[in-house]
């Protein structure tokens, strides 16, 4: 985007195609589809596998540390190994270094599922660089760093809204959900059957 671009914006009206704001988020998207299916067959989410990249990059790592490695918040974060955890693809024990903290590792089938996710965002970014020149690509990368490296400094760690918290569900917590629809689904069925005798017994009389 050119400097001319985002002057655009300073002034009256608003130019979409001129906002830096929107151009990474579509750019973010891009990458996003690029790599969901493949991720989909190897049963993770993209920022599930940004945890488990982070944490086969430094094992052991504590809560804290990831949420500076992968930008997510530490309350979402906690949720995230909550329900990764549950499914079997970290685990988690007290820190040696700090007995108040826990650090992650991954499981057998964490480290399987990183395996068969990593091509797919392998490839996503080869896709993606591919469409700019080879002398810009080098340079686009540190333009993106420094971009990050400069508002984590400043600001907290991105926080995500509850529909974007892409984790994995237990089966225990997808029963659950199903026997209650189906026990709610029951009692509605009972009480029209029982407002039908009340009104059957009222004609009679």
């Known amino acids: 985007m050119s400097e001319a671009g985002i002057e655009d914006n300073t002034q009256d009206g608003f130019e979409l195609g001129g906002s830096l704001s929107h151009l990474l988020h579509r750019a973010q998207q891009l990458a996003a589809n690029e790599s969901a299916e493949k991720l989909r067959e190897a049963g993770v989410t993209l920022r599930q596998f940004s945890v488990l990249a982070a944490v086969s990059q430094e094992t052991g790592s504590s809560q804290s540390r990831l949420v500076d490695m992968t930008g997510i918040d530490r309350s979402t974060l906690a949720d995230m ?6 499914a079997g693809l970290i685990s988690r024990a007290v820190s040696e270094e700090d007995a108040r903290a826990k650090s992650v590792a991954l499981t057998e089938k964490g480290q399987k599922a990183l395996a068969a996710a990593a091509p797919a965002v392998r490839g996503a970014d080869s896709a993606l660089i591919a469409t700019l020149a080879k002398n810009r690509r080098a340079g686009f990368v540190d333009l993106l760093t420094t971009l990050i490296d400069a508002k984590t400094d400043r600001d907290p760690a991105v926080k995500v809204s509850e529909p974007e918290i892409e984790g994995v569900k237990d089966k225990g917590e997808k029963k ?4 209650k629809a189906k026990t709610s689904g029951k009692s509605k069925g009972k009480g029209k059957d029982k407002d039908k005798k ?7 009389a």
């Open 176 to 179: 659950k959900s199903k026997s």
């Open 81 to 86: 190994l909550n329900r990764m955890q549950r």
């Open 198 to 204: 009340k009104s059957k017994k009222k004609a009679k």
